[in-house]
């Protein structure tokens, strides 16, 4: 066995990082590796834009509008994994980091912000063949996201999800400026 870490021991890692302030106890297992990278880069994003996840701070509009953002990071994260013949259960993993990071909603109001930020998502993938900068931010969001993993966290990356986070409220006109 060669020395080289793949991308799942890189995802494995940063997970192990991101809980190494709140757990001793490491990730069981890819599907929780994901859902603790995509929970951590929701709850890094809404703080960034001043956003509280909590029911009476944010909208279930503006909370759908993190899972969307959520979604974008999570392509390059499944795409990788599954070249390497990663299984991901897509929808089960947007639920757990959404639930997670919308711990304070109710159970209804979880599932309508994961699926309506799921829906957002796909609705943005069928349009970027059109828009060419739909196209370049979602080129920005899956290289930061791949530097966030490939670094384990060791670099400034969570710094710049925000602002990436902050051009897509404005798309979806939940902030202006």
């Known amino acids: 066995m060669s020395g080289r870490k793949t991308y799942r021991d890189h995802v494995i890692n940063l997970a192990n990082r991101i809980l190494?302030?709140?757990?001793?106890?490491?990730?069981?297992g890819l599907p929780e590796a994901l859902s603790v990278i995509l929970?951590?880069?929701?709850?890094?994003?809404?703080?960034?834009?001043?956003?509280?996840?909590?029911?009476?701070?944010?909208t279930v509009e503006q909370c759908s509008v993190c899972v969307c953002f959520m979604a974008a990071c999570s392509v390059t994260l499944i795409s990788k994994l599954n070249d390497l013949g990663y299984e991901v259960a897509v929808s089960d993993l947007m639920h757990q980091a959404g639930n997670r990071v919308f711990v304070n909603h109710t159970r209804e109001d979880q599932r309508v912000i994961v699926d309506s930020g799921v829906?957002?998502?796909?609705?943005?993938i069928q349009e970027a063949g059109s828009s060419r900068k739909l196209t370049e931010w979602m080129?920005?969001?899956?290289?930061?996201?791949d530097r966030y993993v490939l670094t384990e966290g060791l670099t400034d990356c969570t710094d710049l999800f925000a602002p990436l986070y902050l051009v897509l409220l404005m798309a979806t006109k939940q902030i202006s400026v």
């Open 119 to 124: 829906l957002l998502f796909k609705e943005m």
């Open 20 to 28: 190494s302030g709140y757990s001793s106890q490491p990730v069981s």
């Open 139 to 145: 080129g920005s969001v899956h290289n930061i996201t």
């Open 39 to 58: 929970t951590a880069i929701g709850e890094n994003v809404m703080a960034g834009t001043d956003q509280v996840p909590e029911p009476e701070r944010s």
